[in-house]
């Protein structure tokens, strides 16, 4: 349960506060800058830091998710009183991209994104942390971050996963997942092939009432406007080669995740219909200090959920982060 009063943006008004107050902030306070990754791929990144920070918080999002989209978020944190550093993983948001399709969800290995947000801790948030630094991820961006944790143990004081990709629905057998995966690779070998895994597409906005991200149609449709306004941040569906490198980090986060010790909060949204919540517990029982926490009503993107959903996950996670033991 909460123990204070928090600042926590209101989605009745989140249209007029858009225009009128997170815009104004965001030009007035976000910091963005680059740098360039493994491989010659441009990585993009951005922070800002209230003058009173108590902490620091890193954000590692979701997959398609770019930082333009954690406005509202940033916002939040920034008026309670909290430093916020956030990076879009490359081939997505405002980075580089990959292959031949910009709207390809592709990465050769999940250690590319871990070398980048290394990279980022290391020469952008060190520097200008202020306080503990903590740990706030949300889908594949919790698959990043633990594999973080696991090459820089030391680094977090604690760490929020909310509805962790560490296994992806339908959860099949990981024979046939390799087998798929290997199918799809040989197909896309062929001339004139998409590039993408079966069934995958560019970049489309599904009408709300078939969305499967969330109940909240004001925050969806704030989304959907940003990335059709904004057609440089749209991508699509996955490639066998980013499934393949997923399946791999997801096998190694569950293999490792007893040497996740700091204290963690796992949220993991009731009616998720993207990623494996008998996975997500599997992995959360092996860490020594988690608290699993299931959302009711939450679809996959908590964090732009409705209010009824959304504010007592914000309170929860300020709470948990201020905490001093």
Same mark, same amino acid.
């Given at each position: ?11 009745? #008004? ?14 007035? +306070? ?7 990754? @493994? ?12 003058? /009173?920070? #108590? $902490? ?13 989209? $954690? ?6 944190? $920034? +008026?309670?009183? @909290?430093?916020?550093?956030? @990076?879009?993983?490359?081939? *997505? ?15 050769? +290995? ?46 977090? /004081? ?23 995966? =290997? ?8 001339? =004139? ?9 560019? $970049?489309?906005?599904?009408?709300? /009432? ?10 969806? *449709? ?39 010790? #700091?204290? @963690? ?11 494996? /919540? ?21 679809? +996959? ?25």
């Amino acid at each position: 349960m909460t123990t204070q009063q928090w600042f926590l943006s209101s989605e009745a #008004q989140l249209v007029t506060s858009i225009s009128q107050r997170i815009e104004p902030f965001w030009q007035a +306070h976000f910091t963005q800058g680059s740098f360039t990754g @493994v491989g010659n791929v441009r990585v993009n990144y951005g922070y800002c830091i209230p003058d /009173n920070a #108590q $902490y620091s918080v890193l954000i590692s999002s979701g997959r398609i998710e770019s930082l333009l989209k $954690y406005k509202e978020v940033i916002y939040e944190f $920034y +008026h309670n009183n @909290v430093a916020v550093f956030i @990076v879009d993983h490359r081939g *997505q948001g405002l980075s580089g991209r990959i292959s031949r399709n910009p709207h390809h969800g592709y990465v050769d +290995h999940f250690d590319q994104y871990v070398a980048d947000l290394s990279w980022f801790i290391d020469n952008v948030v060190a520097p200008r942390q202020r306080g503990a630094l903590n740990l706030l991820c949300h889908s594949m961006g919790a698959a990043i971050g633990a594999l973080t944790i696991l090459a820089k143990p030391a680094c977090f /004081n604690r760490v929020v996963f909310c509805a962790p990709m560490f296994g992806i629905r339908p959860a099949l057998p990981g024979w046939m997942a390799g087998l798929l995966i =290997g199918i799809s690779r040989l197909y896309n070998a062929l001339p =004139g092939t998409s590039g993408y895994f079966f069934g995958q597409r560019d $970049y489309h906005a599904d009408d709300f /009432n078939v969305n499967r991200l969330t109940s909240s149609q004001t925050r969806y *449709q704030v989304f959907r406007t940003l990335y059709s306004e904004q057609p440089h941040i749209q991508l699509g569906g996955v490639t066998p080669q980013w499934l393949s490198a997923a399946s791999k980090a997801m096998w190694d986060i569950e293999h490792h995740a007893a040497r996740i010790d #700091q204290p @963690v909060l796992l949220f993991s949204a009731e009616n998720d219909s993207v990623v494996d /919540n008998q996975r997500q517990a599997r992995v959360a029982a092996k860490m020594p200090a988690a608290e699993l926490i299931t959302v009711p009503g939450a679809q +996959h993107e908590i964090l732009l959920e409705r209010d009824a959903i959304r504010q007592p996950v914000l309170a929860r996670i300020l709470d948990f982060f201020g905490a001093t033991e």
